[in-house]
Every structure is written in C-alpha cells, then in structure tokens.
T-cell receptor, first 112, second 111 residues
C-alpha cells in the first residue's frame, strides 16, 4: 500500500507570494491533517479535513487555508508569505475515529 | 506551560543499552497516545499507538501509559545505531485528529 505522498518536496518562495502544497493520503483514508514543523515551535497542528469538510482547526492566521477533494486528496495554501512561514509542512492521513495518523515526507518551504 | 512536555535531550547511549524516553502532559482528556520516530529530513514514522492506560509491546519497543500520573514512556531494548533519530510523543483526545506533540528527544546510539 502506498504511503502518504506530498508534493513538491522542496519550495523556495519570496515574501509576499503565495504557495500551494499537495497531499495524497493512503488509499481508503478519508481524514487528512496538516502540521507545521519548525525548530523553535516543533510540530503544530494546522487543520484537519474529513470528507471535504474542515473538522478541526489550529491556532494559525487566516493566511493558512486548506481544502479536500472528493478523492480525499488535500491541498493547503499559504498567502502573503512571511519569513517566519519557513518550515517543514507535514500531511498525515488516517482512516477514521480512533485510528492512528501516518505522515508523509513533508514539503520543506523556504521563504526568502 | 506547554500541554505536552518532553525532554529534548540530546541523549547519547552505547549500542545495546536500554533507552527510556518520557513525556508528561496536562490535559486529562487525552486518551490516544503515540510515539513517532523521525530521521533527519524525513517525515515522522509511527512506532507505537496506544489507547488509554496500559502497556504495549512491539519487538524491541514497549510503550507505557499512566493516565493517573499523566506520564507516558517508550522503552527501546537492545538499542541499535539505526535507532538514532528524534523521538516524538503525540497525544489526542480524539484519535488521529488534532495531535499535540512534544518537542522531541534527539537520541544517538553509539556503536
């Protein structure tokens, strides 16, 4: 069974630009969550989607948004990029309530 | 105070040693507890997943949860150099949704 796939693996963007990251969950998994990982703050929850609906949201500004498609694939978007948005963005999928979360390899975003 | 506290280390032990990694937490609603291993420039890999209190063993790994003390542990027996990585504890009150992570402990196993 293929794991969670995130694209692209690396991105370099300029302050003020926007970026879209993509995540394909494990086949059959309907829940997709996004996390931001930085050396200072560690892993922080961004949001979670289930059946195309945002079910949970973390404490991030509105510049961070996401969506989920009918095939469970998900995208997250960051608008008006700031230097502090440089991080590893991780996507995790799970099959439902009470099940474990499996992570992708992440997208490393650098904002210059 | 963070919701989940984990000693960031670094922790360095000789090959073959028993390693003990720990996390404490403050939210009594947490019921789902996970341990992940993360190698440099990789995503976290699920090692152990437990629900509520008790012990769970998988090969060289044992996870313990003590909800009364709000304390979880991961033991690694017969540690190998390939176990060198950052170990992250994570927990939730609703399964895989909205995980709260510890800071991670950087572990090095010396041959």
């Amino acid at each position: 069974k293929a794991g969670v796939t995130q694209t692209p693996r690396y991105l370099i963007k300029t302050r003020g630009q926007q970026v879209t990251l993509s995540c394909s969950p494990i086949s059959g998994h309907r829940s997709v969550s996004w996390y931001q990982q930085t050396p200072g703050q560690g892993l922080q929850f961004l949001f979670e989607y289930f059946s195309e609906t945002q079910r949970n949201k973390g404490n991030f500004p509105g510049r961070f948004s996401g969506r989920q498609f009918s095939n469970s694939r998900s995208e997250m978007n960051v608008s008006t990029l700031e230097l502090g948005d440089s991080a590893l963005y991780l996507c995790a999928s799970s099959s439902g309530q009470g099940s474990a979360a499996f992570f992708g390899q992440g997208t490393r975003l650098t904002v210059v | 105070q963070k919701e989940v506290e984990q000693d960031p280390g670094p922790l360095s032990v000789p090959e073959g040693a028993i390693v003990s990694l720990n996390c404490t937490y403050s939210n009594s609603a947490f019921q789902y507890f996970m341990w992940y291993r993360q190698y440099s420039r990789k995503g976290p890999e699920l090692l152990m997943y437990t629900y509520s209190s008790g012990n769970k063993e998988d090969g060289r790994f044992t996870a313990q949860v003590d909800k009364s003390s709000k304390y979880i542990s991961l033991f690694i027996r017969d540690s190998q150099p390939s176990d060198s990585a950052t170990y992250l504890c994570a927990m939730s009150d609703r399964g895989a949704q909205k995980l709260v992570f510890g800071q991670g402990t950087r572990l090095t196993i010396n041959p």
